[in-house]
């Protein structure tokens, strides 16, 4: 009988300890719950925000392009002392019907891709020596923003 007893205690003792375990891989499980949860919580929000900001540098890029339109317009065939910019994004350079285009952008062989646009607006000179563009934009956001809205433009 003695024996029983000290079995039920030992039983006890480890239906205890196994309980105790249990609960503190509860707690664990439900902690790494709660980090999934909250790293999952923190991508959205990183994400949803990057949407955001890529929306508003079209929106910035909008305002800059007032500093354009003393030369340039975005109307197909509205020329000014420089090129339309309609559907800029993607075109080869010097393809403007009706613009008379200075001989160093006619040779430019140029394809205005995101790269090649931000190059030329940081430095119209040094990227094709001899066009008539002298204007350029040297802050890189203001680069992103104007070529963003510009390549907004060409795709709508």
């Not at 994400?47 to 890529?54: G, P, T």
């Amino acid at each position: 009988m003695p024996e029983t007893k000290k079995l039920k205690r030992q039983t006890a003792q480890k239906a205890a300890l196994l309980a105790q375990l249990f609960q503190e891989r509860s707690m664990v499980r439900a902690s790494l719950w709660l980090v999934m949860a909250a790293t999952m919580t923190m991508i959205g929000v990183l994400l949803s925000s990057s949407i955001a900001f890529a929306s508003d540098d079209v929106q910035r890029g909008e305002k800059l392009f007032t500093r354009c339109q003393a030369c340039h317009s975005l109307v197909q065939g509205v020329n000014k002392s420089g090129p339309s910019l309609f559907g800029i994004a993607d075109r080869p350079s010097a393809a403007v019907e009706g613009y008379r285009y200075s001989k160093a952008m006619e040779g430019a062989g140029v394809v205005w891709n995101e790269e090649n646009l931000k190059s030329f607006l940081a430095s119209p000179r040094k990227f094709i020596p001899g066009v008539k563009m002298s204007f350029a934009i040297r802050k890189q956001e203001e680069l992103d923003d104007l070529v963003a809205f510009l390549r907004a433009q060409s795709h709508e």
